[in-house]
Structures are given as structure tokens and as C-alpha cells.
């Protein structure tokens, strides 16, 4: 057996990744990855150790000292943390608020590109985040960069029932130093604002047919 192959797909808040990488990992069979959820569970942690966020050395000691262990659930591969998968925490108003300021400590991104190169283990993946096609994939040959306008994007968060502030968030995720958001060398940009989700994961899972000759 090759190689497993990894499907990269980074962008904004709100472009849609989640929803298509979802999509695409089913279509094709690789298990899906969602790097955000592994930045969001170390913001909720800390959060619960009521770690000073504005401290980094106390973030990056929480980082270092966490029992974690990656499981693969029905095609979502997961970070446990001391046995638990806090899916509804990493969701709160609370946790996404402190998230970029976890994610931006350099020590943490260093830690997370192991942990997420680690999944490669679980075989071919549909890997979504910012920073994936850059900084932790960055020889992939299927990388997708997905946008849409910022009126699109605050739509879908408004639908999903989420009053997010998405263009400070981007420029957070934009403008930290260590692996911030860029369109990765290679990649396949798709903006989104007039297509479906349907009409997007088609596309992405066209392109990657067609590299792999079975198109
Ligand atoms: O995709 P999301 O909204 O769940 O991401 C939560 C935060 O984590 C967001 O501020 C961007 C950050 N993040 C990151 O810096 N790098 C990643 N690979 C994934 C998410």
C-alpha cells in the first residue's frame, strides 16, 4: 500500500469546510479530520483548569501536561482528552472566543501539527483547518482553499443559529505570526458564495478523481 493520502481543505470562518469535508471524506472513504475541534478542546481545557488566557507559558504547560489519545469514530477521527470528547463545550460562545488566542501560541501549533500528522495512522484523510495545505501537509498533492464573501459567510453563521464577530476572527487567524491563514501554495481556491454545498464537494471530488486517474 502507498502512502495514504491526504485531502486538504483550509479558508475562512464560514466557507463551508466543515460541511464539505464531510461530504468529501464519505464520497471517497477516508476518514475526516477537524483540526479546529483539536485547537477548540485545548481552549476548553484550559478554560476548565481556569488557565490565565492572555498567559501563554500557562497555555503551552496545559498543552504539553494533557492525556490525549486520537480515536477514529465511524469515520471521525477525534481527540480524546482524559478519556472525553467534549463535543458541546467546543462549541460554546465562551470557547470559540478564547480558541484563536490558544491557537496562536507557538508551542501549541507545534504540538497540534504532530498530533495531526499523527492521523495519517487511520489511513486516507479529508484534513480541514487553516493552516493544513501550508504548514501541516504541506507536499500534499490535493489541496483546496475554500472563501466566500463575507455577507455569505455571516448568512450561513446567522442560519446555524451562531452571532459570531467572523471578520475580527479572520483577521486573528490572518495576521498571527506562527502558520496563519493563507491560500497554500498549489491549491485549488474555490469561492463558494453562489454554489451549494453540493455543488462544492462535486468539485472537489472531481479534481481529486482526475489527479488520481480515475475520473
Ligand atoms: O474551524 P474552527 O472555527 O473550528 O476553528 C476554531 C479556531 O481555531 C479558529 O480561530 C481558527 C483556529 N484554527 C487554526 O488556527 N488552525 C487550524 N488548523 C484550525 C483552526
Not at 478554560?47 to 471521525?76: F, P, Q
Not at 453563521?157 to 479572520?170: H, I, K, Q
Not at 501554495?185 to 489527479?211: F, H, P, Q, W, Y
Request: hydrophobic letters at 40%; charged letters at 30%.
Amino acid at each position: 500500500m502507498g502512502k495514504p493520502i491526504v485531502i486538504t481543505l483550509d479558508g475562512t470562518s464560514a466557507s463551508g469546510k466543515s460541511t464539505n469535508a464531510k461530504r468529501v471524506a464519505k464520497a471517497l472513504g477516508y476518514s475526516y479530520v477537524d483540526t479546529g475541534a483539536m485547537y477548540r478542546s485545548l481552549a476548553w481545557y484550559c478554560l476548565n483548569k481556569e488557565v490565565d488566557i492572555d498567559d501563554e507559558k500557562a497555555i503551552a504547560s496545559m498543552c504539553r501536561s494533557w492525556k490525549t489519545e486520537l480515536k477514529n469514530e465511524e469515520g471521525h477521527i477525534r481527540l480524546y482528552i482524559d478519556g472525553y470528547f467534549p463535543s458541546k463545550e467546543i462549541r460554546t460562545a465562551k470557547t470559540s472566543a478564547v480558541t484563536p488566542l490558544v491557537a496562536a501560541v507557538p508551542s501549541v501549533r507545534k504540538w497540534m501539527k504532530a498530533k495531526q500528522r499523527e492521523c495519517i495512522e487511520f489511513g486516507n484523510l479529508v484534513m480541514e483547518g487553516r493552516d493544513i495545505g501550508s504548514n501541516v501537509f504541506p507536499d500534499s498533492d490535493f489541496k483546496f482553499y475554500l472563501d466566500a464573501s463575507l455577507d455569505e459567510r455571516l448568512k450561513r453563521r446567522v442560519a446555524d443559529g451562531v452571532n459570531e464577530n467572523l471578520a475580527a476572527r479572520d483577521k486573528q487567524d490572518s495576521q498571527r505570526s506562527t502558520a496563519p491563514l493563507v491560500i497554500p501554495l498549489g491549491a485549488i481556491v474555490i469561492n463558494n458564495s453562489d454554489m451549494t454545498a453540493e455543488e462544492t464537494s462535486a468539485l472537489i471530488i472531481k479534481e481529486v478523481r482526475t489527479k488520481l486517474g480515475e475520473a
